[in-house]
């Protein structure tokens, strides 16, 4: 057993030098766990910023065709309003590219509500890409008008992917026209992620 006499009046020097080692190591640990945490958020920034280096853009636009069918049912709290589900054909003039697949044709079905002269869509593309695989889109936007000939905006982005397309993320906006026939015109600008399609993993 230590006898603490034995150190005598040095006792309090020995015990000052003990404790300051030990508040010296803990500083070290201290500083090398900092350096440590700052090297795992540099390495998530770094990987953030790789990610949004690999997004590829995309640019396309789409035609579709009357709505048929269309189905408008009247809310009858104040003129003008309704509630209206309908489905369009598409063909995209332009098409977009991804993974090398382009576009064809979709079908466009929407839920829209029409109040106080404008036109409030939700809706779901489903297109047909050149390989045979399909692609989904989710959009919102704003109608100016209930009828054309009337401007559209508004936001895309993908919900799902068959095929190599599997997992797809990305999005973008639309800008476009309601003619005065009914005919809806899109151009889609945005973009898509590879590396979280199967097709783009490796």
Request: neutral net charge; charged residues 30%; aromatic residues 8%.
């Amino acid at each position: 057993m230590l006898d603490v006499r034995k150190f005598g009046s040095s006792f309090p020097l020995y015990l000052f030098l003990l404790l300051f080692v030990l508040a010296f190591s803990f500083s070290l640990a201290a500083q090398d766990s900092a350096r440590e945490k700052e090297k795992g958020k540099e390495k998530e920034a770094g990987k953030k910023n790789n990610a949004s280096t690999n997004l590829v853009k995309i640019a396309g636009s789409v035609r579709c065709e009357k709505a048929n069918p269309y189905h408008a049912l009247e809310v009858p709290d104040r003129p003008g309003h309704a509630l209206i589900i309908e489905q369009r054909k598409c063909t995209w003039a332009e098409p977009l590219e991804i993974l090398g697949g382009k576009t064809k044709e979709g079908i466009w079905v929407a839920f829209l509500e029409r109040m106080e002269g404008n036109l409030h869509p939700h809706s779901y593309e489903i297109d047909t890409l050149d390989d045979g695989e399909k692609i989904t889109m989710q959009t919102m936007g704003h109608v100016e008008a209930e009828k054309g000939p009337t401007i559209t905006k508004g936001r895309f982005s993908f919900t799902r992917g068959t095929g190599k397309y599997k997992g797809i993320k990305g999005g973008g906006t639309y800008e476009g026209k309601l003619d005065a026939d009914d005919v809806l015109t899109l151009e889609l600008d945005g973009v898509y992620e590879p590396a979280e399609m199967a097709g783009g993993k490796k």
